[in-house]
Every structure is written in structure tokens, then in C-alpha cells.
């Protein structure tokens, strides 16, 4: 199939225009409406296979997880969805890729509430590429800078699911996902919920990627602050304990990567503030630990004992 019908016929019926998206699929570019006390907040995303998802992964099954992991982005930075941009490098184009793409793309758009304006497709192997824009209050986009000494450290959700789900990957490359699976494949996108912390609630925010002992390096290292983490409420996903046992399990929370929860962090008087934002969007939400000015150091707290951690969590190289 041709690229451009695949964009006529597969792509642009996607698409839509509103009153933010002035002009959407099918010109040289797209136009977004912003209000002139708005900032634009831009995030790129890129899922290669084999390094970033697993070879013989459906297209539809990638595609969503790539649009959730790039509006993650900018659910952590507090932002509202304006649209994305999708560049597909594939290696055929029949009308059975060009249905799958379709049809991952009509999932990510429907479950992270953001509409798809454009993109660009060619051929090669197999990676996607995904760009989310979104809108903010001026001065109001959530950092990962901007900790205080003595906030507290909060999580969304539950962490390790997507870990433990990678275990086994293979087995969930195409057709019906068990729970488990759908975490990795599904990422959470605290979107509401973000949205709710940057009126004010969150001094510093994050989603995270690669793992809370990896991540939390950006906070601290961004606001010369340490931290102490209670190891006792980290809230692990429960599937993952089930199969793995609680230690195993710990690792896979605490190290691994994928989980797409907000990590972030708030001055005490905030805690009753973060319990109902949490519930107004039904978002599970754990308060962890707390910062203090020890420079970068992570303390793990585990029933009264401390241990200086230097796990780095996953690295890319
Ligand atoms: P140009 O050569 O001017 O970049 P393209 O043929 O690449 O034009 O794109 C034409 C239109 O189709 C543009 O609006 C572009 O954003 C859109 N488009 C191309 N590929 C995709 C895709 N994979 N998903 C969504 N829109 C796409
Ligand atoms: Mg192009």
C-alpha cells in the first residue's frame, strides 16, 4: 500500500479538529490553539523493537503502549492533551499493518484522551516514534526540580507489574492479555491526576520509567536534596507479589522499570489536599518517605533499620 493512502484512508479518518486543533492530518503540518495564558509542553517517546518492545509484538499492541508512554509524560508535568504526532517506521505496509496501526492508534487515542494531529510514516525497521503536546497555566508545568527539604515523597498506583509481567512477555504478543500483562502493555497515565497537582499541591514531579531507585536520582539531583524511603510502603502490585514472593518482588517494584506512575513530592500541609485529589481520580496514591538535605543520598528505611542505596535502577547503555 501506498503511504499516502494508508494516510487517507487509515490515519485521517482518525483525526479530528476542535477548538484547539485548528488544522489536523492531511496539510504539511498540523495548527494548535493556545490561550494566552497557556504554555505548550512537548514530549518525544521513542519504542524501537527488540530494545524497547519485543519482537513479533502486534503493531496495535505497541502503537497504544507508545502513545501512553509519551502522554505520560506530560500527565507528569501537570499538562491537559492537546494531540500527538505518531512517525511509524515499518518494514511493510499492507493493509493488515495499516489495520493494526489503525487500530492502536484509535486505542491510544480513546484511553489517554488525546487526539492524534499528524505524523509521518516510512519504511524501514520496525520502531515508533510518538510526540504528545499538551497545555499548562504559565509557570505552572510540574518540574522534576523544585523539591523542598523535609517534603514528603509520594507514588501513584502500584509499582513492579510491568516488570514482572516482562518475565513473560512472549506469551502476550498478540491476543486476549491476562491482568498482569496489561500493565506493561497499558500504562497507567496519571493525567487528572498530575493535572490536579500542578494547581499548586506538587513541588516536583516525575513519571516513572525506570524505576523508583534510578528515578528518584532526577529529584534529588535536581534539587541537591537526599531522601529516605520506607521500603515497608512501597506499594507493590499485588499480581506480581503473587507470583514472585514479597522479596522478588520488591527488586521488581523498586528496580524495575515501565510502571508509568507519578513519583513526587509536597509539603506536609499538603497530605489531606493529595488524599482527595486522589480519590476525586481514582488514583491510588502512597506516601513513601520523605526528603531531607543530605546531598543525593538515599536512605532505605526497613523497620528501623538504614541502609545507604546505590542502585542506580535501569540504564539505557
Ligand atoms: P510531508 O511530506 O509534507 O511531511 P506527509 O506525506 O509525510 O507530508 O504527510 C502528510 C500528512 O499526513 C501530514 O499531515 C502528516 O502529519 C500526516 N501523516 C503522515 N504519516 C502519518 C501517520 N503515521 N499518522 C498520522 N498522520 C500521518
Ligand atoms: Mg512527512
Known sequence: MREFSFIEEFMKPLGRTDERITLGIGDDAAVLCLDS??????????????R????????ALVVSRAIGCAVSDLAAMGAQPLGF?????????????ARRLAKG?????????????????????????????GRVQKGRALRRSGAKDDDDLWVTGSLGGSAAALEDIESSLVGELSELHSVYWQPPCRLAFGQGLAKGIATSCLDLSDGVAGDIRHILKSSDLGAELDVQLLPINPLTIARFGREAS????????????????????????????????????????????????????????????????????
Open 52 to 59: 524497547h518492545f519485543p519482537v513479533g509484538a502486534d503493531d
Open 105 to 133: 492508534v484509535a486505542a491510544g487515542i480513546d484511553r489517554y484522551q488525546t487526539p492524534i494531529i499528524g505524523g509521518d510514516t516510512v519504511q524501514g525497521p520496525r520502531s515508533f516514534s510518538v510526540t504528545a503536546m
Open 250 to 317: 520488591f527488586e521488581l517494584a523498586f528496580q524495575g522499570g515501565d510502571d508509568y506512575e507519578l513519583l513526587f513530592t509536597a509539603p506536609v500541609a499538603k497530605r489531606e489536599q493529595i488524599i482527595a485529589l486522589g480519590s476525586e481520580t481514582n488514583t491510588p496514591v502512597t506516601r513513601i518517605g520523605r526528603l531531607n538535605s543530605n546531598s543525593e543520598i538515599l536512605l532505605l528505611v526497613d523497620d528501623g533499620h538504614a541502609t545507604i542505596c546505590t542502585d542506580l535502577g535501569y540504564g539505557h547503555f
Open 37 to 50: 495564558n497557556e504554555e505548550l509542553v512537548v514530549s518525544t517517546d521513542t519504542q524501537v523493537e527488540s
Open 85 to 97: 504526532t505518531l512517525s511509524v517506521t515499518t518494514p511493510s505496509l499492507d493493509v493488515e499493518v
